[in-house]
């Protein structure tokens, strides 16, 4: 069983930049789907990105794309997120998601992820 495991969040000041990454332990990580989630207080869980087993697959959410950057190291077991020109309403909980059963209709709904690590946070001072 595989376990996902965030780190990299921390309090930024708007306009600087982040790198969250998402390790996996237990098995092996390269056949699965990955993407990163994001929660706000109050708020519900919004899809930021994914990339498919191979990372030849990559999906932003639209009002993101230009800001951030997802990639992966499956030597490593690796999924990173690279947040740049960070806002303010870009703070909330990250967490990493990983699946073997995504497709492409359905990568950006929550539920179809079966795996779930526990978040990091990041907060956005202005």
């Known amino acids: 069983q595989v376990q996902l495991a965030e780190s990299g969040g921390g309090l930024v000041q708007a306009g600087g930049s982040l790198r969250l990454s998402c390790a996996a332990s237990?098995?092996?990580?390269?056949?699965?789907?990955a993407a990163w989630f994001r929660q706000a207080p109050g708020k519900e869980r919004e899809f930021v990105a994914h990339?498919?087993?191979?990372?030849?697959?990559?999906n932003y959410q639209n009002y993101l794309e230009g800001r951030i950057t997802i990639s992966r190291d499956n030597a490593k077991n690796t999924v990173y997120l690279l947040l740049n020109s960070l806002k303010p309403e870009d703070t909330a909980l990250y967490f990493c998601?990983?699946?073997?059963?995504?497709?492409?209709?359905?990568?950006?709904?929550?539920?179809?992820?079966?795996?779930w690590g526990q978040g990091t946070q990041v907060t956005v001072s202005s």
């Open positions: 990339i498919s087993w191979s990372g030849g697959s990559i």
């Open positions: 237990g098995d092996t990580f390269d056949s699965y789907n």
């Open positions: 998601a990983a699946s073997r059963l995504t497709t492409k209709s359905d990568f950006n709904v929550p539920s179809a992820y079966e795996l």
